[in-house]
C-alpha cells in the first residue's frame, strides 16, 4: 500500500495541503445532554409516500446512507395498517389462551422479570421491493427500504408456551396486535416452538411505538407482517385463521392460477446500496462498491459482485462476525475507469439457495404479485458518473 | 418446563385472567414520520451531574435500564473538556503529518470514498468506577455507567498511515481533536499500525456530535480519551508529547510513590446490571440476573456470579455471538427466597486474566488514583427486596 496505487484516485483529489481549515472551534461547546440528537447537519429519513389514508401507510429506511449491518431505530422502516397506536405499558396485558392447559396473563413488569435473549435479526416487509417486478423505482431506499436490523431483545415465546401448556390438537397459533384494526396473523405451531422472540427492546432500549411499543413479536426471517406489533393475545388453535394478511395480502398469485399461501420465509436477497439509484460519482477512480445480503434460513455464505453486466463475478468481502438471519454487509474495492458498466450483487445462504435473476425469478413467478420479490437489482453507472436503476 | 416450576413466582402472579383490559386503541393511529423518536413513556436519560464549568463535564449511560450490548447513541455516556463543538462537516478536515513521506489532507467526501470497515467495540472512560476506590456510589449508572458499545464504521487508520509513508524513526502519533481545548493524546505507533478506526458512524447513521462528529478516533480496548472526538490532525513523532491528558490526568500514583503511566488497556471488567442499586424486588421468587462484562484484551471466556457473598460462583450464559473488545451479556436463572444476599461477579478474558476482587485491587494499586478501577462490585439485596452497593 505505501505505493498508494490502490487509492490514488481518491488521493491524489487530497494532497493540497492548502485546503486545511485552522479556523475550528477555538469556544467551549455544548454541554452533556439527558438525551441525545442526531447533528442537525445530518438530513437522512425514513421515505414516506402517504395515501389518503396515511394511517395504512409505510416508511422507508434510507439504505443509501446505511453503514455496518445496524438500522438506528429512529430510520427502521414502519409498515401499518390502522396506524400507531399510543398505548401505556403499565395498562398493557398479554393474553396467552386457547386450546392450552393454564391460560395466562402477563403484566409488562411480569414479561421483564422472565428469563431473557437478544439476537440480531432483519425484518423485511413481504412487500419490500415489490415494484421491481414491473416498475422499478429509482433509489435503494424505494427499492429495498422496507429492510432493517436490529439486536432485540425479549422474552423467548417458546418457553411461555411451555409453562402455558400447549394440547397436542394444537397446531398453530393466532398473534393479534393492540392496534385499531387488531391485525393478526396465524403462525404454525413448529415455528412458535423455535425461535420467536417476544420482544421488548430494540437497539439497547425500550422497542420504539412504530415497531409495537411496548411489545412485539420478532419472527426471525419470516415476512414482515408476521412480526405483530403491540402484541396483546397469543392464541393456540387447531387451524390457521384465513385473515386478511394471508388471504387478500400476502399470498401471491402463481402464472398457472394457483395460490402461493403462507411462504413466510424470506428468501436470500442482496442489494447493493453504494453506488446505487441518484448517485453521482465525482470522476474515475477507486470506489468502494458496498450493500447488504440476508436469508430467512440463516448465514449469508457468499456474494458475487458483477461489474459488468453479469458476465464475470468476484467475491465480496464480508464485515464479521456475521449473524444468522441478520443483514451482512459486504464490500469491495473497485476501480472505475469512467465507461458505463452495470453492477449487479448475488448471494447465496447457508442452505445453498442462489439469488435469482430478475429473469428467472418472473419466469417462475409470473407477473400477478407484488410480493416476495427476491430478484437481483442492477444499477446502471453511465459514463458521467449517474447511476440509475437498469430495469427502469 | 411445562411444570411451571422455574417461573411459578412470577407465573403464579400472573393467573388471574381478570386483568386483561380490552379497552384498547379501537381508532387510527399515529401516520408513519420521517425520523423516529421514542415513547413518551420511556424516562431513562444520562445522568449529568454538571460542575460550575458543565464543558467539562460528563454523563453516564443508564445501565440499569440496558438491553442486550449495545448502546442507543442517545443514551451512550458523554465525556468533555471544553465541550462539544458544533462542526459543519463540508468544511472540515483530516490532516496526516509529521514523520512521513507525503502529508496528506482529507475531505469528509474523500474519507467516504474510502475502504470501510463496521466493528462492535466498547468504549469506557479512564474515570469509570473511579469512586468504587473509596466512596462507592449508589447505582450501576453512577458506579459503571461511563461504558457505551456501538458498532463503529470507518476507515483503518493504518490504512491511511501506509498511504502517508510513515517514517522509520516515527514511534507514536499525536492524535488531535478540534474541540476548544484541541484534545490530544499520543499513541504508540504499534498500536496505531494495528486496529484503530477512523469512524464517521455509530451504530448505523453519521456519528453524533457529542461522540466526536463528523469523525473520531475508536482505540479497541484502550482508555475513552484515546479514543479522539472532532479527529482534525495525526501527527507521526518519534515520541509521546507527554499532555495534559497523560500526565495531570489518567495516570496513576502507585503506593510506592512511582507513577503508573500509559496505561492504555482497559482490563477485563463485569457488572450486574439487574439487580443494581436503588431496584427493589417486589418479593421472594424467580428473576433473572444479568449485567456486562468486556476486555480491552478481546474476548471474554466466562463470567461467575455469586449470591452467598463471594463464598461459591456459577457460571452465568452469554448472549452470543461474543464480539472481541466488545460488551458481552450474560445471565443467570436465579430463585430468591427473600434473605438478604450479595451479589458478584466476576469475569476471566481470554488471556486468562481474572477481574480482581476490590480488596486486592487496592491492594496492588492503594488509593491514591481515581481511574483505571476494574475490581469486583458487590450488590446487597436486603430481606425487603431493596439492593444496594455492598461497599458503600
Redesign the interface.
Known amino acids: ?2 505505493s ?1 496505487a490502490v ?1 490514488a484516485g ?2 491524489g ?5 492548502g ?3 485552522d479556523s ?19 438530513k ?3 421515505y ?1 409516500n ?1 395515501s389518503v389514508t ?2 395504512a ?3 422507508r429506511t434510507p439504505l443509501q ?12 422502516f ?1 409498515r ?1 395498517h ?8 403499565s ?3 398479554l ?1 396467552i ?1 386457547g386450546m392450552v392447559d ?6 409488562m ?2 414479561i421483564f ?7 440480531i435479526h432483519f425484518i423485511e416487509c413481504s412487500g419490500n421491493s415489490g415494484r421491481e417486478w414491473t416498475t422499478p423505482e429509482p433509489t435503494v431506499q424505494r427499492t429495498h427500504g422496507m429492510l432493517g436490523c436490529s ?3 425479549g422474552v423467548s415465546l417458546s ?1 411461555l408456551l ?2 402455558v ?1 400447549v394440547q397436542s390438537e394444537a397446531k398453530w397459533i393466532i398473534a393479534e396486535g ?3 384494526c387488531k391485525l393478526h396473523r396465524s403462525i404454525p405451531m413448529e415455528k412458535a416452538m423455535d425461535n420467536i422472540i417476544i420482544a ?2 430494540q ?4 422497542i ?3 415497531q409495537g ?2 411489545v412485539r413479536l420478532v419472527v426471525p426471517g419470516w415476512e414482515g407482517n408476521t412480526h405483530v406489533k403491540w402484541l ?1 393475545r397469543i392464541k393456540a388453535v387447531d387451524q390457521p385463521y384465513m385473515g386478511r394478511e394471508e388471504t387478500s395480502k400476502y399470498t401471491d398469485l402463481m402464472p398457472d392460477g394457483k395460490a402461493r399461501q403462507f411462504t413466510f420465509v424470506m428468501e436470500a436477497k442482496s442489494v447493493i446500496t453504494f453506488p446505487s439509484g441518484r448517485d453521482k460519482l ?1 470522476g474515475p ?4 462498491i ?1 450493500g447488504l445480503a440476508w436469508s430467512g434460513r440463516g448465514l449469508i455464505k457468499s456474494v458475487e459482485i458483477s461489474i459488468d453486466g453479469g458476465q464475470s463475478w468476484q467475491e465480496a468481502q464480508f ?1 464479521e ?1 456475521r ?1 444468522p438471519v441478520a443483514l451482512t ?1 459486504f ?1 469491495l ?1 473497485w476501480r472505475w475507469e469512467g465507461q458505463e458498466v452495470t453492477l449487479r450483487s448475488r448471494c447465496i445462504d447457508e442452505t445453498g439457495y442462489v439469488q435469482p435473476s430478475r429473469e428467472a425469478l418472473i419466469e417462475a413467478r409470473g407477473l400477478n404479485t407484488r410480493y416476495h420479490y427476491n430478484g437481483i437489482t442492477a444499477w446502471r453507472v453511465s459514463s458521467d458518473g449517474s447511476v440509475q436503476n437498469a430495469y427502469a
Open positions: 500500500m505505501k498508494g487509492l481518491v488521493l483529489a487530497c494532497a493540497d495541503s485546503k486545511v481549515n475550528g472551534p477555538r469556544t467551549l461547546g455544548d454541554i452533556p445532554s439527558p438525551y441525545g440528537q442526531r447533528s442537525t447537519y445530518e437522512s429519513v425514513r414516506t402517504l396515511p394511517e401507510g409505510a416508511s446512507d446505511s453503514y455496518g449491518i445496524l438500522t438506528p431505530s429512529s430510520l427502521h414502519e401499518h390502522s396506524g400507531i397506536p399510543t398505548i401505556d405499558p395498562q398493557h396485558h393474553l389462551h393454564r391460560p395466562l396473563v402477563f403484566s413488569e411480569e422479570r422472565l428469563p431473557s435473549v437478544s439476537r439486536e432485540w431483545t418457553l411451555s409453562e401448556g393492540a392496534d385499531g421488548y427492546a437497539n439497547g432500549e425500550a420504539r411505538p412504530e411499543y411496548p396483546r465525482p477512480g477507486f470506489y468502494e458496498t464485515q462476525p449473524h454487509r464490500r474495492p
